[in-house]
């Protein structure tokens, strides 16, 4: 029967990113009450998954960048030979639990995890293209939110969305109270944790929480990468 193990041989080379997804997370926590769209309390539970998976999980994480209901992880070297099945597994599980604990949920939730092998110079480019992703979904929640409360039926407001340019959904937006321009940092930008850079290359290296990073498509926004690459 072991031959039937037919994906155990599956292995990808490092580096790569692990992208980590909350399943259908818009139903899921529904029922928690969080701000919508964006809460501080739901953002600071993801980033402390995170830093717990850099602190217990045992893999070798070199930095993680995070936004809404979505973690990418980059290794530079991977555990378990660089198995798929274990490395996708035990990650989406790890952050199952995570979450479990930091909620302190009672029912279950899920992650689905995907694998992303990319050569070391493409780090800042997925990066950049994870990050753009970040601000057009906040674009886009703030606008549809915006058109819930002035009265749409989310079909309507979703269908509304569509036919929008960005500029559009700002002047909706900024019309009712909110500067697109001016929220905090973390809900436009996203969060990025890592590795401290010291000198000593100590086992117990400290944690940072990034919550006011600048655009990847900066020089700062390049550099901050490749420092972080390098600790
Ligand atoms: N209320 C609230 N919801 C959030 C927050 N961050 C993420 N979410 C939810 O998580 C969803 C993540 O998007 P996506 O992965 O595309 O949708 P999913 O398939 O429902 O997981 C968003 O649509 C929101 O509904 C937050 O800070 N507050
Ligand atoms: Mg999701």
Redesign the pocket.
Known sequence: MKEREIFSGLRVAPPIFVRV???????A?QSLG??????RA??SAMADCTSMFFEKSGFNTVLAYLF???INLFFTDTPFKGRVEKIDSIIASFFSSALTMQLELITPISFDTRIVPLAANDVIEYLRWRQSEAWNNYVV?YGYYTLLKQGLKPYNAAARLKNMKQSEIHELTFQNGVNLGKTPCWQRRGIMIYGEASNNHAANKKIIQNWNIPLFKTAEGRMLIDCTLRV
């Open positions: 997804d909350g399943r259908g997370f818009k139903k926590i969080f701000k919508k769209p964006y809460d739901f953002a809404s209901d979505e929640s």
